[in-house]
Each structure stands twice: as structure tokens, then as C-alpha cells.
Nanobody, 122 residues
Framework: QVQLVESGGGLVQAGGSLRLSCVAS????????MDWYRQAPGKQRELVAA???????NYADSVKGRFTISRENTKNTVYLQMSSLKTEDTAVYYC????????????????WGQGTQVTVSS
């Protein structure tokens, strides 16, 4: 089994910054993609940023130029550096990963973290 544990959420004023972290642990042979999603009250969960094992990144248009996703493969960790935060960034942020559990299994299993609250005040 695999666990994803997020940290770094909190309350910040508009214009401020936060850094989220997500550590994966457990039965892991290789982590393919690691992503951050968010879900605001009354809204659907949306992809914020994604990064592949080779470092290719993808961002939602709403966060381009303000958020940066990165990962440390040796630590099974993904980060989300959030800057110039806006009130509309307020949401629960979830870590998501596609993990190959063993060398003998070529497929991947999807895991979610428990979420961390980010609140941006005006």
C-alpha cells in the first residue's frame, strides 16, 4: 500500500506565498506522474499542476506564472510553490500520484492524499 501525505497548507493574505509538500511512502517501484489538484467549496476538483518523472510540467491557465511544481525523485516528494496568491486560490489541495508498485507489474495505481487546506484572505 502507498500513502501520500501533504503538508504546508494554511492561511495567508492575498499576494502572499505558500509551499506545499507531498511525500509518498510504501510499496513504490517507480512514481510516474505526481500532480496537485484542488477543490473549492461547491466546485469540482481541478488539476492545478502536474509533473512527470522526467520533469515535464503542466499547469492550469489560472496558475501559470504564479505556481511552480517540482519533485525530488530520490525522496518521493513533490512540491507546489504558490506565489501571488489570490482569494480564488482558496481550496483544499490534494496530492495525486500514479505509482508502479513493483518491477514485475508494468501498470500503475492511482493514489490520493488526504488534502491540505489553503485559505487566502483579502
Amino acid at each position: 500500500q502507498v500513502q501520500l501525505v501533504e503538508s504546508g497548507g494554511g492561511l495567508v493574505q492575498a499576494g502572499g506565498s505558500l509551499r506545499l509538500s507531498c511525500v509518498a511512502s510504501g510499496r513504490i517501484f517507480r512514481i510516474k506522474t505526481m500532480d496537485w489538484y484542488r477543490q473549492a467549496p461547491g466546485k469540482q476538483r481541478e488539476l492545478v499542476a502536474a509533473i512527470t518523472s522526467s520533469g515535464t510540467t503542466n499547469y492550469a491557465d489560472s496558475v501559470k506564472g504564479r505556481f511552480t511544481i517540482s519533485r525530488e525523485n530520490t525522496k518521493n516528494t513533490v512540491y507546489l510553490q504558490m506565489s501571488s496568491l489570490k482569494t480564488e486560490d482558496t481550496a483544499v489541495y490534494y496530492c495525486h500520484a500514479e505509482i508502479q508498485p513493483s518491477r514485475s507489474y508494468s501498470g500503475s495505481v492511482v493514489y490520493w492524499g488526504q488534502g491540505t487546506q489553503v485559505t487566502v484572505s483579502s
